[in-house]
């Protein structure tokens, strides 16, 4: 069974930091596009970063460049997500997400809609 697993969420602080994991089971993560996307009740999923899993080249939205940081284990068949300086508005579900087709851009990064399969999410929270 081909499954995306996320692990690592949990409570913060303001200016703390926290490391999401997403480790491939029953695939091997290499020709794809991991994501990471973000989503609040009631807003749509918002595309964090993704890379590619062959080559480590990886996008940002501006918005996250600086913060969150993107990389992956070929050996361990994973992608983290590495949050530094985390604020109260970074509160989410976080879910990985693999897209067989295309590569680590602004358009493929940012739609949900091209990414086949997904994680079941893991809460972050960033609170005082």
């Known amino acids: 069974q081909v499954q995306l697993v996320e692990s690592g969420g949990g409570l913060v602080q303001p200016g703390g930091s926290l490391r999401l994991s997403c480790a491939g089971s029953?695939?091997?993560?290499?020709?794809?596009?991991i994501g990471w996307f973000r989503q609040v009740p009631g807003k749509e999923r918002e595309g964090v970063s993704c890379i590619n899993f062959s080559d480590e080249a990886a996008y940002y939205p501006d918005s996250m460049e600086g913060r969150f940081t993107i990389s992956r284990d070929h050996a361990k068949n994973t992608v983290y997500l590495q949050m530094n300086s985390v604020k109260p508005e970074d509160t989410a579900v976080y879910y990985c997400a693999g897209n067989r087709f295309g590569t680590a851009t602004k358009a493929i990064c940012t739609d949900p809609a091209p990414f086949g399969f997904w994680g079941q999410g893991t809460q972050v929270t960033v609170s005082s």
């Open positions: 029953g695939v091997t993560l290499d020709y794809y596009v």
